[in-house]
Nanobody
Framework: QVQLVESGGGLVQAGGSLRLSCAAS????????MAWYRQAPGKQRELVAT???????NYADSVKGRFTISRNDADDTMFLQMNSLKPEDTAVYYC???????????WGQGTQVTVSS
C-alpha cells in the first residue's frame, strides 16, 4: 500500500504562486505514474497534471504554461509549482499515485488552495 500526504496549500492573491508537495510512503518502489487532481465546490474532480515514472508530463489545457509537475524519486515526493494563479484555480488539490502491476490508485487527503481576486 501507499500513503500520500499533500502540503503547501493556502490563500494567495491572483497572480501569485504556490508550490504543492505530495510525500509518499509505504510500498513506494512500485509507484508508477503520479498525478494532481483538483475539485472545486460543486464541481467534479478534474485532472490537472500527470507525470510518468520516466518523467513524461501532461497538463490540462487550463493550466498549461502556468503549472509545472515534477517528482523526486530519491525522497519519494511529487510537486506542483503553480504560477500566475487565478481565482478559478481555487479548489482542493489531491495527489494520486498508481501502484504495482495493476496500477491500483491511491489518493491523498487533499490540500486547499484559495486564490483571491
Amino acid at each position: 500500500q501507499v500513503q500520500l500526504v499533500e502540503s503547501g496549500g493556502g490563500l494567495v492573491q491572483a497572480g501569485g504562486s504556490l508550490r504543492l508537495s505530495c510525500a509518499a510512503s509505504g510500498s513506494i518502489f512500485s509507484i508508477n505514474a503520479m498525478a494532481w487532481y483538483r475539485q472545486a465546490p460543486g464541481k467534479q474532480r478534474e485532472l490537472v497534471a500527470t507525470i510518468s515514472r520516466s518523467g513524461s508530463t501532461n497538463y490540462a489545457d487550463s493550466v498549461k504554461g502556468r503549472f509545472t509537475i515534477s517528482r523526486n524519486d530519491a525522497d519519494d515526493t511529487m510537486f506542483l509549482q503553480m504560477n500566475s494563479l487565478k481565482p478559478e484555480d481555487t479548489a482542493v488539490y489531491y495527489c494520486r499515485a498508481e501502484h504495482g502491476v495493476l496500477n491500483v490508485g491511491y489518493w491523498g487527503q487533499g490540500t486547499q488552495v484559495t486564490v483571491s481576486s
